[in-house]
């Protein structure tokens, strides 16, 4: 009987290992599930905007040869 319980304590140990990796496994697996998801968004917006900078500089040259053509 005395070493049923000590091998009863030692599968409680081992149990409870087993749901502190498995907590920390979820943890980690939704902060790197977060991190691409806010990654995604960052490069979508960075896409927008790099094309939206494109376009003003596509204007302006433009308008820089209009008026370049207008004077000669």
Known sequence: LDMTFHL????????????????????????????????CRMQKYEDIKSKEEQELHDIHSTRSKERLNAYT
Do not use: E, P, Q, T
């Open 8 to 39: 009863f304590i030692c599968a409680l140990a081992g149990a409870g290992a087993a749901v502190i990796a498995m907590i920390h496994y979820l943890m980690v697996l939704s902060a790197n599930w977060a991190y691409v998801k806010d990654a």
